[in-house]
């Protein structure tokens, strides 16, 4: 009712864990929910195997990354492993605009900086109930040895010193349930604040008017 | 999953303009749910006719008032019209431990102390759908002169200053829809990083075992 002049989609970035499920989770969300929509990172790392450009990945070489942060065309970016990653401003305003809630699959650096340019965004940090759990789900994949796993525990760890930074913790226990607590979630954050300043604004105006007896 | 060691109840501040409905609303959210408990004010204002000690406040007099602020024995307090109003710590702290969510029905200078103290309480903002509504109300109760309701209208004005100061404005256009809404974003609050300190930190110290091999 409220929202009708801030339907306008939240700005939602989805960081967590490697291994917490953050992919899946993103893809269940976009495919039963047609209100939201995924941005597309800048990537000059290379296409891995059946990695599609436009897809996965805007897929560039550091020149042009270079060229594309000079010219403002992303709202954030990082670099990891000689590789730069960012994310390209006009499709996130366009869908924004469009009324879309925008997911933003990134890092804490990325989540940071997202944060401080747009107050109004809202950080998600996914984690698996238990790093117990962390270390079976990347164990059960088979598809690493133990010395890459233990990397990626030792990341976890780096990053679950950020948490605080994050608006909200989601748990992926059950997938139903994590994408129906973000759907939920992202409903919620419309009535913060910070993120319905027309109304707050309308209503001390109405407010203000009554009170010079204008009606 | 991840709340069982933080399934404390969550404080929970629901402020608003008066007729905003905001009795009528926590009677309902009491009603009908049983993990919602009501704090009880201690006021040394007199009772109106029909009103209860112990349901409506805790009707004392200066002295005992003043003697329960000294003992620390209220989480907030405040003074409108010479009259004293405040918060007995023991039955919130009691029903929190309990799992209950607590709602203290106060006005913002409370609500402020509240989040100061506690910065994981939960603050909400219920209003009308608009200013010209919240007019409509008031003029509808019958009950009130134009003078009175214009001074309510003033108070109105003032108290939307402090807005920004709430976690979640909530729209009372539909009774049950309002509830609904508050239920959730109760729900979800309990995900916010400052109240699941618990979860974080077990998370982090798993994580670093793992990092020293320890497991």
Same mark, same amino acid.
């Given at each position: 009712m409220?929202m009708k002049?801030?339907?306008?989609?939240l700005?939602t970035?989805i960081?967590?864990?490697?291994?917490?499920?953050?992919g899946?989770i993103?893809?269940?969300l976009?495919?039963?929910?047609?209100?939201?929509?995924?941005?597309?990172?800048?990537?000059?790392?290379?296409?891995r195997?059946?990695?599609v450009?436009?897809?996965?990945?805007?897929?560039?070489?550091?020149?042009d990354?270079e060229k594309?942060?000079?010219e403002?065309?992303?709202?954030?970016?990082?670099?990891?492993?000689d590789n730069?990653?960012?994310?390209?401003?006009?499709?996130?305003?366009n869908?924004?605009?469009?009324?879309?809630?925008?997911?933003?699959?990134?890092?804490?650096?990325g989540?940071?900086?997202i944060?401080?340019?747009?107050p109004e965004s809202?950080?998600?940090?996914?984690?698996?109930?238990?790093?117990?759990?962390?270390?079976?789900?990347?164990?059960?994949?088979g598809?690493?040895?133990? *010395?890459? /796993? $233990?990397?990626r525990l030792?990341?976890?760890?780096?990053e %679950?010193? =950020?948490?605080?930074?994050?608006?909200y913790i989601?748990?992926?226990d059950?997938l139903?349930k994590c994408v129906?607590?973000?759907?939920r979630?992202?409903?919620?954050?419309h009535?913060?604040?910070?993120r319905?300043k *027309?109304? /707050? $604004?309308?209503?001390?105006?109405e407010l203000k008017?009554? %009170?010079? =007896?204008?009606?």
């Open positions: 409220m002049k801030n339907k306008k989609g700005l970035v960081s967590g864990f490697s291994g917490a499920g953050k899946t993103v893809k269940k976009i495919s039963e929910h047609n209100d939201y929509a995924l941005s597309v990172s800048m990537t000059t790392r290379k296409p195997e059946g990695e450009n436009g897809r996965e990945y805007f897929f560039v070489n550091h020149e990354f594309t942060i000079a403002g065309g992303l709202i954030e970016h990082a670099q990891y492993c730069y990653y960012g994310t390209p401003k006009d499709y996130v305003f869908m924004l605009d469009a009324g879309k809630n925008v997911i933003l699959e990134i890092e804490i650096n989540a940071l900086q944060k401080k340019k747009f809202l950080l998600l940090f996914i984690t698996p109930p238990s790093a117990e759990e962390l270390k079976r789900r990347l164990v059960s994949r598809t690493e040895t133990m *010395d890459v /796993i $233990e990397k030792s990341r976890a760890g780096e %679950s010193e =950020g948490i605080e930074a994050y608006d989601v748990v992926n059950d139903d129906e607590d973000i759907q979630i992202v409903e919620d954050a009535l913060s604040p910070v319905c *027309d109304f /707050i $604004e309308d209503i001390r105006n008017a009554f %009170s010079k =007896g204008e009606k």
